[in-house]
């Protein structure tokens, strides 16, 4: 059974930084991309950052660019969200996707979601 399991959330200050991570089991399961998605409190979910394999291509929310970087270990299908100078617009609770189903990778076509890990950011 494929799941996802993520970890690392917490609550920090603003311009504080926070590492996500999240594991693909069973580590046998190959998947196309990996993304993060987040929601805030009584907003809609929102695309975060997306990581493709072959080249390893990325792509940012506008709102994240030059704060957050996702990375993927592939030896540990593990995905990371480095995520610096946070702000407390960043206040959400953060998803893992995998297998991405078509559209924009913003849309949220993915097959897999883990149960989210909560990010809150204080002023």
């Known amino acids: 059974q494929v799941q996802l399991v993520e970890s690392g959330g ?25 993304a993060w998605f987040r929601q805030p409190p009584g907003k809609e979910r929102e695309g975060v950052a997306v990581i493709c ?17 996702i990375s993927k270990d592939n ?17 959400a609770m953060y998803y893992c996707a995998a297998d991405f189903q078509g559209g924009l990778w913003t849309d949220g076509l993915y097959k897999y979601w883990g149960q989210g890990t909560q990010v809150t950011v204080s002023s």
């Open 10 to 34: 917490g609550s920090v200050q603003a311009g504080g930084s926070l590492r996500l991570s999240c594991v693909l089991f069973p580590y046998s399961y190959k998947t196309n991309c990996m």
């Open 53 to 69: 394999t072959g080249a390893g291509s990325t792509g940012y929310a506008d709102s994240v660019k030059g704060r957050f970087t």
């Open 75 to 91: 030896g540990k299908n593990t995905v990371h969200l480095q995520m610096n100078s946070l702000q407390p617009e960043d206040t």
